[in-house]
């Protein structure tokens, strides 16, 4: 059973940037797509960006793209998310999310599916204001 833990959220005003990490526990990310998903109050979960992590493809939502950047991250089993000129837009509680992968997946496609995903931290809230 893997489990996750979302760190480096915060307060931040417009323009500014935060990383998040994420460490995963109970198993190696090697046969997982994980990424990062928000949720806006009264919305559905959106998939921001996620990658294979054993082959390094990557997704990114359109509204991220340019300045969002998803890493494996420097110690092991675990990914980032680095976000620049970050805007009140982006303000949500961003959620560690993580898939199995099989023959059967969209690779990381599935990210604009969060239904499509196993395993979930609890979250770290983002907030962007002046």
């Known amino acids: 059973h893997l489990e996750l833990v979302e760190s480096g959220g915060g307060l931040v005003q417009p323009g500014g940037s935060l990383s998040l990490a994420c460490a995963a526990s109970?198993?190696?990310?090697?046969?997982?797509?994980i990424g990062w998903f928000r949720q806006a109050p009264g919305k559905e979960f959106e998939g921001v960006s996620c990658?294979?992590?054993?082959?390094?493809?990557?997704y990114y939502t359109d509204s991220v793209k340019g300045r969002f950047t998803i890493s494996r991250g420097n110690a092991k089993n675990t990914v980032s998310l680095q976000m620049n000129s970050l805007k009140p837009e982006d303000t949500d509680i961003y959620y560690c999310?993580?898939?199995?992968?099989?023959?059967?997946?969209?690779?990381?496609?599935?990210?604009?599916?969060?239904?499509?995903?196993?395993?979930w931290g609890k979250g770290t809230l983002v907030t962007v204001t002046s």
């Open positions: 990658i294979s992590f054993s082959e390094g493809d990557t």
């Open positions: 109970g198993d190696t990310l090697d046969y997982y797509t």
């Open positions: 999310a993580a898939r199995l992968n099989s023959d059967e997946d969209n690779g990381v496609a599935d990210c604009e599916h969060y239904y499509a995903m196993d395993s």
